[in-house]
């Protein structure tokens, strides 16, 4: 089967020549062409973004998995990422097969799974016009200089590929990924087993009443035909002796010492037949899950005890500052309680993690000569505080002075301006400013987005779309926002309320915040129902 997958910045061409040389019957096409409105508005653009490697092998995985079903010959599928005029084609899919409905069948097939299963989506609508902002408190600002999170987001995918593997045990594998694909070693059920409590008698045997020859219990193995006239009583679970059976149910029988009279025969067998579940070599699990409760389950169940997941990242957390205290010690005047280190302790414990951690002050040599002397295996060094452009405010410094590159050294986004990204060899480092709720911010955007492209899930964290419940009053503020709030999905459609914060280091939302939503630059108030982006922190 031939397949080409492009995701591109450029115009789709309006014709698209079917690949030369491929054997075809049928070719059908699709072409999905950007729409003027959007949720109700006029829009003049969408635009695309997508986890791209994800995104290719997802749409490969989906025409691989169509084609069992309907077979097809070849496969193109053009997807353009960024803005997308309205009139313009933003999706191009053409698929040959032998025939013409195997071919519409599976364009069709396609284009739900493209929708379902790959990360591609519409990150924003450009409106036609400026929607009327009459209680816009400011007007939108020019961007500070510094990175937009979207491309710290996306440096960050590629700095961070899949880690190594290895094997670990079922009962050190649950949150992990999957990195190989597991398959059913045999079929799954391994034979015919009965699905109630009963008596087994032969399909093609109308007789009324039957004689009990044997009992078979789960975990029995008794092989035999059985004979016209002839019963087993068998229990749930239980191996049936043969093939071309029945089972009738206890509450369909009346039994008399050896004897079985048949009150009703229905058409339901009572059976889990041989490998209904899933046939030998078939793939019950695939690589990039993320092991729950119950796919360690089904991975006992096949005997799979030493999965292959992605090695747990190797990190190390310094919180820096002559202010901030143990937690359990009261701080002096002018002093603080060290909070980012529990907070970041207890992150990283989310996915696994123990983390090295230490407190510092904020000694530019002592430090200096922590990062000489750090570990070249760490993978994740964290620095808290420090991070800003102020006269103490050292990571940056430090980071070049010790061999790091710097990618990185402002967001374009508040809380969390100042940030670092910066790798020496196999370490990236992220300098993170002190503030608590900058912190949570920068955790969850981006130490979340390296742990999980590190890990190598197949579904990575991204930005969802949900509507407010409340009123938003932001300020209008130049940067874009990331407020903490509260999401819940109800009736299959995510509602998002904003908490109230006053400021970088107000941590009183934490307890609360399960989301970040993402509020444009420029943005003054947003009325309840509006359709807003967020980052879900928990899921
Ligand atoms: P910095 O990024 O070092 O400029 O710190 C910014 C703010 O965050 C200051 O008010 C610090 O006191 C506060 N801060 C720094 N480190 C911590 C910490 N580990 N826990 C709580 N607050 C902190
Ligand atoms: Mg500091």
Redesign the pocket.
Known sequence: MHIEIQLTREPIPDHWPPPAGARMGAWAEFRGVVRGEENGASIAALEYEAYEPMAEREIRRSLLDLAATWPCLAAQVIHRLGVVAVGATAIYVGVAATHRAEAFALLAGFLNRLKQDVPIWKRRALPEVEPPSPRKIQPALPPEAGSAVTAILQRLRQLCPPLETERVPLHAARGRVLRETVDAPEDQPACDRSAVDGYAVRLDDASGTFQIVDEIRAGDWKPRELHPGQAVRIATGGALPCANLQVVMREAAEVRGPVLRVRQRDAERHIRFRGEAAGKGQPLLQAGTVLSAGALGLLASVGGVRPRVTRLPRALHL???N??VAPDQVPAPGQ??????TLVREFLGQWNMAPGQRRLAEDEARLAAELQQLDPALDLLLI?????V?E??FTRRLLAGAGFEIHIHKANARPGK?LIVAQRGRTLALGL????LAHFVCLNLYVRTALAHWSGAAQPPGFQTGRLTTDLHSDGQARETFWPARWRQAAGAATLTPLRWSSS?DLTALAEANALLRIAGGTGQLPSGSVVEFWPCQE
């Open positions: 919180a820096t500052g202010e901030i603080i309680r060290d909070s980012n280190s808290s505080g420090g991070a800003s102020g103490h405010d100042p400013p002190g503030n608590p280091g």
